[in-house]
């Protein structure tokens, strides 16, 4: 029961796991197409390995390299925004696997999905911004929204076969990140180089900063809300540093369902790629008696308000969410690129927050032009 799968943000770190998913299961897998943003080198190495029938670089320059240097090959080579709105609703693909960072995933998924086509998501933004809009969509289109997250695929698969309605709460872990235990003072620092060294996993830059301001965490709890259509009260952020349970549900009876392993991103993307079924994963197993124990710890949401400006952000809703996400990305940028501290990640979350004046349930353009502003505005901050 293999799919034919269209892979948008097959260079990074989740696009380049799904297509090691793809070499373990070459007989149920097929690639029909692959996006990505400019790195030419590395996707004519891709196209030449999996022969996708369709290829698209977001970037104009970078498709028409691209397009030199497969010459050679059968394969169609689109570009920009447009390209990806065509590769997500190509014919012969009934999957899409949408693992582009940031809210450049949006008009993809939606397309995708109007084709009629299964979306395995990584992309967090898409619902964290237009949820409202995306979960209503699938409904009508009668298509599956498969979680590849390690911490929603969790939680989808401890929920599955469970009524919907008996769910009380949902314990989303996370791993506390590199600077798990500091306190505001010893944040004042951190440097990019610090940020990146995340204990557990092996993640792209943006989400690994992510994860160390715990704004990913703020993500996931906004995403889960749609994905599993759930208060944001019965969400619960639960710092487990081993990551080794992936997250639970606790159900109206007082049982909690966990789902645990080790951390490895290939199992959810497998899992959403081949689901309901289970496929076979050489991958390391876990063990038991050389983990000893699991430890539990409330997450610290004075230090690294990333996760309390999010649930804040999450009860004004509407295009709220969208500045905060907005306001994140142009924040990890100025500090990837070294022009602002780690603490006044916080700051321009905070101040782009105050200056939005919320539209209650914004459309597309809606959501689009909220982002645009909120990078406008903090441009011209000093």
């Not at 979680?147 to 989303?172: M, R, T, W, Y």
């Not at 490895?264 to 081949?274: C, H, S, T, V």
């Not at 070294?338 to 927050?353: G, H, N, P, T």
Request: include cysteine.
């Amino acid at each position: 029961m293999g799919r034919k799968i269209v892979l948008l943000g097959s260079t990074g770190s989740i696009g380049t796991q799904t297509l090691d998913v793809v070499r373990a299961n070459p007989e149920e897998l097929k690639v029909i197409g692959i996006a990505a943003n400019r790195s030419v080198d590395m996707v004519e190495q891709q196209v030449r390995e999996f022969k996708p029938k369709y290829v698209c670089m977001f970037d104009e320059e970078a498709a028409k390299d691209l397009k030199v240097k497969l010459a050679d090959m059968p394969v169609t080579v689109l570009s920009g925004m447009d390209g990806l709105v065509e590769i997500s609703s190509v014919p012969e693909a009934d999957t899409v696997l949408t693992a582009v960072v940031g809210m450049i995933g949006i008009r993809p998924t939606i397309a995708a999905i109007e084709s009629g086509k299964d979306i395995a998501l990584a992309n967090k933004e898409t619902l964290v911004t237009a949820g409202h809009i995306i979960m209503p969509l699938a409904e009508k289109m009668k298509v599956k929204i498969l979680p590849v997250d390690s911490e929603h695929s969790a939680i989808f698969q401890s929920l599955n076969g469970e009524p919907a309605d008996k769910l009380e709460k949902i314990l989303l872990t996370a791993s506390g990140g590199p600077f798990r235990g500091k306190k505001r003072e010893e944040l004042v620092d951190m440097t990019v180089d610090d940020a990146l060294k995340h204990p557990n996993w092996d993640m792209g830059v943006k989400v690994t900063i992510d994860s160390s301001s715990l704004v990913n965490k703020g993500l996931e709890v906004m995403e889960a809300r749609w994905l599993f259509g759930t208060d944001l009260d019965k969400i619960q952020v639960v710092v487990q540093p081993q990551s080794i349970i992936h997250s639970m549900v606790q159900f109206v009876d007082g049982a909690v369902m966990a789902q645990l392993g080790v951390p490895d991103m290939k199992l959810p993307i497998q899992y959403a790629l081949f689901y309901p079924d289970r496929m076979p994963m050489s991958e390391k197993r876990l063990d038991f008696f050389e983990l000893s124990q699991i430890t539990f710890e409330k997450p610290d949401m004075d230090t690294f308000k990333g996760l309390a400006l999010a649930y804040e952000a999450a009860r004004i809703g509407g295009s709220m969410p969208t500045v905060f996400n907005a306001a994140n990305e142009m924040a990890v940028k100025k500090f990837v690129n070294r022009e602002i501290k780690f603490l006044q990640i916080y700051d321009m979350i905070s101040s782009a927050m105050e200056n939005h004046k919320k539209i209650e349930n914004p459309n597309l353009e809606e959501i689009l032009r909220a982002e645009a502003e909120t990078y406008e505005f903090l441009s011209k901050q000093r």
